[in-house]
């Protein structure tokens, strides 16, 4: 067995938090079934230095930011809403499920696939008018979901690798885990910087390979692209809103090997589902 690196002194166990209420469910919004073809920007890599590959004990859990750690998703997605009514004219609530509806990929692709026949300077202009908007508006208030501090100990103290792969810019996302606490526990953050979530899955598998991956999100897109990696098995974070909803369900349909609407059972869901499958031997005779 490799040695085991060494981590710095734990943070101590946060006192146990009441669940959130869950919000009341509105009606579902229609999800096209085919897959997008603005799942994904193919964007230049940049890893520097690049990791050698290294052995770990059990395998790798790799974890989206927004909407999947952050409890932020339908804050931004009121940003993201008021930024696109005031470009492009979008009524406020029709711009929110919209900007819902296509999350998990970025904001750029988001409003390329939305606004098509929109100038590009414009959709460039908007994209950055979001992005500084999202770091004031929603960033300044996000906060983890309630179970996340206790199962990333549980997940670590049962010798997982933990990593982040997010669209958010990976210096806010090393900020917002470092302010939450919440750095500690993860190998490595990849953001925008580094690529896409697929380019991001690829560079886990090289850095951490022959072992059991897995990627858990809140997202279609999310989904998508574990499924598109071969070896990297997709988990999800089901999300309620007032006015829509992404059920279990829907993430099944997308990939997903699991999902619910809390996380705290993720520790003895990729324990089962790493585990080799036995063959029963044929009965002689």
């Known amino acids: 067995m490799p040695p085991r690196r060494r981590r710095p002194a734990a943070p101590t166990d946060p006192p146990s938090e009441p669940e959130t209420p869950e919000a009341a469910v509105g009606p579902e919004l229609p999800m096209a079934l085919a897959s997008s073809q603005y799942a994904e920007l193919e964007r230049p890599v940049v890893v520097e230095p690049p990791p050698d590959p290294r052995a770990v004990e059990r395998g790798v859990v790799v974890f989206d930011l927004d909407g999947t750690i952050l409890d932020d998703i339908w804050r931004i997605s009121e940003v993201a809403a008021d930024v696109m009514a005031t470009a492009f004219g979008t009524p406020a609530p029709e711009a929110q499920l919209h900007y819902l509806a296509t999350t998990g990929m970025p ?4 409003l390329a696939q939305l606004y098509p026949g929109a100038p590009r300077e414009l959709r460039a202009t908007t994209a950055r008018t979001f992005h500084q908007r999202k770091v004031t508006e929603a960033y300044a208030k996000a906060k983890p979901f309630p179970e996340i501090p206790k199962l990333l100990k549980r997940l670590a103290d049962a ?3 933990l ?3 997010t669209g958010a810019e990976t210096e806010m996302a090393d ?6 606490g919440l750095r500690f526990w993860f190998d490595g953050v990849l953001g925008s910087r580094e690529g896409t979530k697929r380019e991001h899955l690829r560079e886990y598998g090289r850095r951490f390979p022959g072992v059991p991956t897995f990627l858990v999100g ?3 897109f999310d989904m998508e692209a574990a499924a598109s990696v071969p070896g990297v098995v997709p988990l999800g974070r089901a999300s309620r809103f007032p006015t829509w909803s992404l059920t279990p369900k829907d993430l099944a349909k997308w990939g997903a090997q699991w999902a619910d609407y809390n996380l705290s059972d993720l520790p003895g869901v990729v324990d089962r589902l790493s585990r080799p499958v036995r063959r ?3 009965r002689a005779g």
Do not use: C, G, M, V
């Not at 904001?107 to 988001?110: K, L, R, T, Y």
């Not at 900020?175 to 939450?180: A, F, G, I, Q, W």
């Open 107 to 110: 904001f750029e692709a988001q």
């Open 159 to 161: 010798r997982w690798t």
């Open 163 to 165: 990593a982040i792969s």
């Open 175 to 180: 900020l917002l885990l470092e302010r939450e």
């Open 218 to 220: 809140d997202s279609r």
């Open 280 to 282: 029963r031997r044929p």
